[in-house]
């Protein structure tokens, strides 16, 4: 979970201490937690209508970070969920924490430090970071493997990613600048001289730290043309 706050510096410690007491006591009503389920699931089960940019890098995560859960996945679970499970995980979750804040900006040492008090005082972390569990890349498979999101728009998109070698620095640079020398003759191929679409880049595309490079193209009228 992230707690963020920007905007002036004057009144943001209060502002802070309310935030983290609304989120340790404030009270769940029946209202307030249906209306932010129904959004939720407004949002899972829409999943197939979103963007196609988007469909495609959440198929893409979905296969190459761990732990990670599909949109179906978390509408059913949506299904089986009530205020009083909320109530019992905000408990548990509350109970062991780990807590890292960082300040940027026009605030003084003193003023981050009082915050950062602030914020371990009132939500008491008892984990170290080595007790958290963090999102893992998976290296992509050495056979092509096709994905195809769940999705009910009427175009297409392809994607290729091409995932670097490790995670190392070196590699992570490497790899940063082949996609940037990549950007331009992409789309002056696929996108001015051969128009496949009327979305078409090359980037840069880590996911987390590994390194990697997404080439995507996505055209209304692929699905009539052979040549896509």
Known sequence: MTLSFSGWRDGQTPLIEQALEQL???EISDSAFERVRYQLQREWRNAPQASLTGQASRTLGEALLTPQ???AELLAASERFDRGHLEDFRQRFLAD???DAMAVGNLGADLAHEQTQLIRA????????????????LAASEEHSVLHPHSSRD?????????GRDQTPAEQATTAV????????????L??????????????????????????????????????
């Open 97 to 99: 924490l780990y807590v």
């Open 178 to 189: 082949i996609a940037q020398w990549l950007e331009t003759p992409f789309y002056q191929q």
């Open 155 to 163: 175009e297409s998109l392809v994607l290729r990613y091409l995932q």
């Open 24 to 26: 340790a006591h404030a």
């Open 122 to 137: 009132k939500l008491k972390p008892r984990l170290t970071r080595d007790a958290i569990a963090n999102l893992t890349p």
């Open 69 to 71: 859960w599909s949109t």
């Open 191 to 228: 996108r001015t001289e051969q128009q496949l679409g009327y979305i078409v880049n090359a980037g840069y595309s880590p996911l987390l730290e590994a390194p990697g490079i997404a080439l995507m193209v996505q055209s209304p009228r692929c699905r009539e043309r052979h040549d896509c």
